[in-house]
């Protein structure tokens, strides 16, 4: 089945690995912390956002962005334990489901960027299995991330991280996939990505 995937160090023919980017070790303590009490994950936040005001000013935000690894944390502590036949947000490769998707998704992520960092992302076919790919809301993580940013809501991200792997979508769904199985990318398409063909 083809899906798209956007990289910047992919090249055709490569073969993806499933959590290449892993972040476990950022994710982890957040789990740790849950799986101690709700309190000790709020404690866990509240030094990241001390944590992000320090770096922040040294120049080093993105190193700071703790709120994704707090979510992305909570996800993975829902689905250990109560979801353990799905695929690992921490241990697969994120997909496309269309290409109309893949360029308003990379303008969602990169729009906001100087050309320069845009050009060094490409687009790509994958051939990827279709018995190991799991379609989920990428709206309903949004939404769980903004509970824990915005509110320390940690109830209410734990109600979306259950609608995540459930399957369930928000009225106005952003389909993506993930898959912890073989991958390969087959064409490079990135001139959809940029210039006039943006648009697709």
């Not at 729009?111 to 790919?133: I, N, P, Q, R």
Request: net charge negative; aromatic share 14%.
């Amino acid at each position: 089945m083809i899906v798209y995937h956007y990289s910047q160090t992919l090249k055709e023919g490569d073969r993806l690995e499933p959590g290449h980017s892993d972040y476990t070790d950022l994710c982890e303590p957040f789990i740790q912390a849950l799986a101690q009490s709700r309190d000790c994950f709020l404690g866990m936040l509240l030094n990241g956002r001390y944590m992000f005001a320090v770096l922040n000013r040294s120049g080093l935000r993105y190193w700071a962005n703790y709120a994704k690894w707090a979510t992305e944390g909570l996800f993975e502590y829902v689905r250990r334990k109560e979801y353990p036949q799905c695929v690992s947000r921490l241990k697969c490769n994120y997909f496309c489901a269309g290409l109309v998707e893949s360029v308003k998704m990379f303008q969602e992520d990169w729009g906001e960027e100087d050309e320069e960092e845009k050009a060094k992302m490409h687009l790509f076919e994958v051939e990827a299995s279709e018995e190991s790919l799991e379609m989920r809301d990428i709206s309903i993580f949004d939404a769980a991330y903004d509970a824990i940013d915005l509110k320390q809501d940690i109830d209410t991200a734990l109600t979306f991280a259950r609608k995540y792997f459930d399957g369930d979508h928000s009225d106005e769904p952003r389909w993506e996939y993930l898959s912890a199985g073989d991958a390969k990318a087959v064409k490079d398409i990135s001139h959809y990505l940029h210039g006039s063909s943006a648009g697709v």
